[in-house]
């Protein structure tokens, strides 16, 4: 059995994957949570993430999607960090490797977490192990060659979009990661765009007793990634790379990863984000919004958005699956981390009760 863990930490994204064989694989740390406010229902993430490490000070891969503060929070308090002594004491976590989109090494003039995080992905990759880099930019050569490395002594630490990465794989882990973003070109005219992006999108393929159970993690990227994602995976036969049972839904249900156009009551997405959700969504697919609650109105212009969670709604009745948001799960008073199992009969929420557990399947087609 596998487990992949959500967090309550608001409009920000962690996900922790325990894999059977007992390594861990944690995308984004984004602590939120104000413990000077009795009324915040954001969970005590760090808190919550040793509880589950335990005696173990060390995570097989931490990934960063992207440097933006809602996916890196806190991660300079937490983590073990190489390149400076100010971040090195027994008490921190390790990361055995570090993945990163290439802009997390390249991008200029960041600040706070993002700038901590970036002399942490260069120290790394510089001296040439403990990190995975993503997407192969003609900068990141660049970057290279201005400190006297030879870019070709670098390439088995990059990965590009269509390829696995190798820390992983389906005979010894049981699971596999497929790399579908970023890709090896940038826009200079908006950092914050390029930053969400070129933020890692990948699909993650667990195995238990030859049958499979597959996820989709999409980060904060926007519809125009996902049209050039879908077109480009399906050109190359490979549309099994983008089918999903469970799918982390992009940029915590904004519209805007849908289409440019919100929608009155419901947003209307492009038609290869239409067959992304209801023709590779699997039967009884979950889909996950990493968001704060629904709004009933559109007060407030930042996600999520209720006409995009009306869209995703919609997907899990037609797929007759489920539809979770982090800080409404089990309820709004009360969110707490969304804990599911992976089996070979797909997947399971673990459904929280007071002093029991129910566990309440969710069946796999022809089953």
Known sequence: ?????????????????????????????????????????????????????????????????????????????????????????????????????????????????????????????????????????????????????????????????????????????????????????????????????????????????????????SADVGHEVIDDIVEVTRYRDRDYRLEWDINNIPHHCSYTALSDEKGNEETEPTATSKWLYEEAGQSAGLLVSTSKPIPSDDEDKQPPHRQAAAYYKGVARKLNGEWVVSMEHPTISKPEPLVIEIKSTGYKIRKQAPNVVVETPAPRAGI
Not at 53 to 66: S, W
Not at 116 to 139: D, N, Y
Not at 204 to 209: G, L, N, R, S, T
Request: glycine share 6%.
């Open 1 to 217: 059995m596998h487990i992949v863990r959500f967090f309550p930490i608001g409009n920000a994204d962690t996900c922790l994957i325990e894999l059977a064989n007992g390594r861990r694989v944690l995308f984004d740390f984004a602590d939120m949570h104000s413990p000077d406010d009795a009324d915040d229902k954001r969970c005590d993430l760090e808190k919550e993430l040793r509880e589950i490490l335990g005696d173990d000070t060390e995570i097989d891969v931490v990934a960063f999607t992207h440097l933006d503060q809602d996916h890196c929070n806190r991660a300079k308090e937490v983590f073990y960090l190489e390149h400076a002594e100010k971040y090195q004491n027994d008490d921190r976590i390790r990361i055995k490797t570090l993945w990163v989109p290439a802009h997390a090494v390249l991008e200029a003039g960041v600040k706070g977490q993002a700038r901590t995080l970036r002399a942490e992905a260069r120290h790394r990759f510089l001296k040439g192990e403990g990190i995975r880099v993503f997407s192969r930019p003609e900068e990141l050569d660049q970057f290279l060659i201005d400190r006297e490395i030879e870019p070709a002594k670098r390439r088995n630490l990059i990965s590009d979009a269509g390829t696995l990465c190798p820390e992983f794989n389906l005979g010894q882990d049981c699971v596999e990661f497929f790399v579908h973003s970023p890709f090896g070109k940038r826009d200079e005219e908006d950092i914050v765009r390029v930053r969400n992006n070129d933020a890692l999108f990948m699909q993650a393929v667990f195995e238990v007793d030859g049958e499979q159970t597959k996820m989709i993690l």
